[in-house]
């Protein structure tokens, strides 16, 4: 039976919590596999809207195994309030894995990354300073602290000690919080280490053993492939591995353990933050489109910027994850538009021209979209349930699409709720398999 990794294939965004529940009804473990509660994964299930930031999107399936693996920075007090909200609206967390592995964020975290925002002033990132880069910068510095310390407080105390040490300058302005008295901060962990402790397991274990037997197994990424701090647009990118190759290393499994990788694009593109975006749009119908497809960030709450869909950085994303599949999500929020267009290259500031993703940052920082344009439609596609039921031109836009970027659909979405996309032979040939 196969894992299928499910990544963003954009500045994430595109809908990939709505694409892992789908999947997660037939699948036997969803493991996350890096990013933080920077994260905001959004389903619609009857009308119920449900904002997970932590917890993957498969946990709304009772009796699934829903798993926080290695590769994954949590705040203990984020989870733990994830998990009471989820149970107050009648949701069964009893799957919930966490790895022991993982590491986490600390109230100094969030300390510093406010601190280094504000020293950037216009440089900004544009970080959801909730401590995710000061957490993964620790864990690289062997500074870090893991979930299985909750466990111990002698070593969770010297380990808080010794991570503060180097931290001292830097957290200065902040030295009289009571967040940072050490016996304090402790004790806090070590409450919210009891209160996660009987969901702390090995989870590359649970995802060998699922593989083992034959279980159908989603690695759910966060955020998206051009925000991949080695891949994406740096410096503006998040402070972690977001391709698909990462759920090796963030949910402990070998290459030879992902099957299928789908990549999750909007029909359109958006970008929360500062950073480069060569399709962006600065008019009335960047407005309409961020009014139509809700683009306001589900864990700041931040209006999107808004463009035209690229396809040269698509492109580049299904090359740098491998993709077998592409998952097309908010067409219907482009219905009634005469025209639509896409970025099928870049025009540089001196006029040179660019068919593939550029390597140099301020080329990329520079450039603008060359676009094609696409005849639009009116009709209705909410109703759409396979790709002959929508109108001509939108079914050519999306051939257009697969086409370029050489990848074959897998989902399209055609409107916000959970039964409304439409799944072809790429979905049907893995669900059915796991059925």
């Given at each position: 039976m196969?894992g299928?990794?499910?990544?963003?294939?954009?500045?994430?965004?595109?809908?990939?919590?709505?694409?892992?529940?789908l999947?997660?009804?037939?699948?036997?473990?969803?493991?996350?596999?890096?990013?933080?509660?920077?994260?905001?994964?959004?389903?619609?299930?009857?009308?119920?809207?449900?904002?997970?930031h932590?917890?993957?999107?498969g946990?709304?399936h009772?009796?699934?195994?829903?798993?926080?693996?290695n590769?994954?920075?949590?705040?203990?007090?984020?989870?733990?309030?994830e998990i009471?909200?989820?149970?107050?609206?009648?949701?069964?967390?009893?799957?919930?894995r966490?790895?022991?592995?993982?590491?986490?964020?600390?109230?100094?975290?969030?300390?510093?990354?406010?601190?280094?925002?504000?020293k950037?002033?216009?440089?900004?990132?544009?970080?959801?300073?909730?401590?995710?880069?000061?957490?993964?910068?620790?864990?690289?510095?062997?500074?870090?602290?893991?979930?299985?310390?909750?466990?111990?407080?002698?070593?969770l105390?010297?380990?808080?000690?010794t991570?503060?040490?180097?931290?001292?300058?830097?957290?200065?302005?902040?030295?009289?919080?009571p967040?940072?008295?050490?016996?304090?901060?402790?004790?806090d962990?070590?409450?919210?280490?009891?209160?996660?402790?009987?969901?702390?397991?090995?989870?590359?274990?649970?995802?060998?053993?699922?593989?083992?037997?034959?279980?159908?197994?989603?690695?759910?990424?966060?955020?998206?492939?051009?925000?991949?701090?080695?891949?994406?647009?740096?410096?503006?990118?998040?402070?972690?591995?977001?391709?698909a190759?990462?759920a090796?290393a963030?949910a402990?499994?070998?290459?030879?353990?992902?099957?299928e990788v789908?990549?999750?694009?909007?029909?359109?593109?958006?970008?929360?933050?500062s950073g480069?975006?060569?399709?962006?749009?600065?008019?009335?119908?960047?407005?309409?489109?961020?009014?139509?497809?809700?683009?306001?960030?589900?864990?700041?709450?931040?209006?999107?910027r808004c463009?035209?869909?690229?396809?040269?950085?698509?492109?580049?994303?299904?090359?740098?994850?491998?993709l077998?599949?592409?998952?097309?999500?908010?067409?219907?929020?482009?219905?009634?538009?005469?025209?639509v267009?896409?970025?099928?290259?870049?025009?540089?500031?001196?006029?040179?021209?660019?068919?593939?993703?550029?390597?140099?940052?301020?080329?990329?920082?520079?450039?603008?979209?060359?676009?094609?344009?696409?005849p639009?439609?009116?009709e209705?596609?909410?109703?759409?349930?396979?790709?002959?039921?929508?109108?001509?031109?939108?079914?050519?836009?999306?051939?257009?699409?697969?086409?370029?970027?050489?990848?074959?659909?897998?989902?399209?979405?055609?409107g916000?709720?959970?039964?409304?996309?439409?799944?072809?032979?790429?979905?049907?040939?893995?669900?059915?398999?796991?059925?």
């Open positions: 196969p299928v990794a499910i990544v963003g294939a954009q500045w994430g965004d595109e809908g990939k919590g709505k694409v892992v529940d999947v997660a009804e037939r699948s036997d473990v969803v493991i996350r596999f890096q990013g933080g509660n920077n994260a905001g994964h959004t389903i619609v299930r009857r009308g119920d809207v449900f904002k997970l932590l917890i993957p999107s946990i709304l009772a009796g699934r195994i829903c798993a926080i693996g590769g994954v920075v949590v705040n203990p007090r984020v989870l733990t309030e009471d909200g989820l149970k107050r609206r009648g949701v069964d967390t009893s799957g919930l966490i790895s022991a592995n993982a590491h986490l964020i600390m109230p100094y975290h969030l300390m510093l990354d406010h601190a280094g925002e504000a950037l002033g216009k440089l900004e990132i544009g970080t959801t300073r909730r401590g995710i880069g000061p957490c993964y910068a620790d864990k690289a510095a062997r500074l870090g602290i893991r979930v299985q310390d909750l466990l111990d407080e002698s070593i105390k010297k380990k808080i000690m991570a503060l040490d180097p931290k001292q300058q830097s957290l200065r302005p902040y030295a009289k919080d967040l940072l008295d050490l016996h304090a901060m402790t004790e962990y070590r409450t919210l280490g009891h209160r996660l402790e009987p969901y702390i397991a090995d989870t590359s274990r649970i995802v060998w053993e699922t593989l083992d037997r034959d279980g159908l197994v989603v690695y759910e990424g966060a955020q998206g492939a051009l925000l991949d701090i080695d891949q994406g647009t740096y410096p503006f990118v998040t402070s972690s591995n977001c391709v190759g990462a090796c963030g402990g499994v070998g290459p030879k353990d992902i099957h789908w990549g999750v694009v909007k029909a359109y593109q958006t970008r929360v933050g480069p975006f060569p399709t962006e749009l600065h008019d009335e119908l960047a407005d309409t489109i961020r009014a139509r497809g809700g683009e306001y960030g589900t864990t700041t709450g931040r209006p999107r463009g035209w869909l690229d396809l040269v950085a698509l492109r580049y994303a299904a090359r740098i994850n491998g077998t599949g592409l998952v097309v999500t908010k067409l219907d929020v482009l219905t009634g538009l005469d025209t267009y896409v970025a099928t290259g870049y025009l540089g500031s001196e006029g040179a021209t660019f068919d593939e993703f550029p390597y140099h940052q301020s080329i990329v920082h520079k450039a603008r979209g060359e676009l094609t344009a696409l639009g439609w009116d209705d596609i909410t109703g759409a349930r396979s790709l002959d039921d929508l109108p001509d031109n939108a079914r050519r836009y999306l051939e257009y699409v697969s086409d370029f970027v050489g990848v074959p659909l897998a989902f399209v979405g055609v916000p709720g959970r039964e409304e996309i439409i799944a072809t032979e790429v979905v049907e040939g893995l669900m059915g398999a796991a059925a």
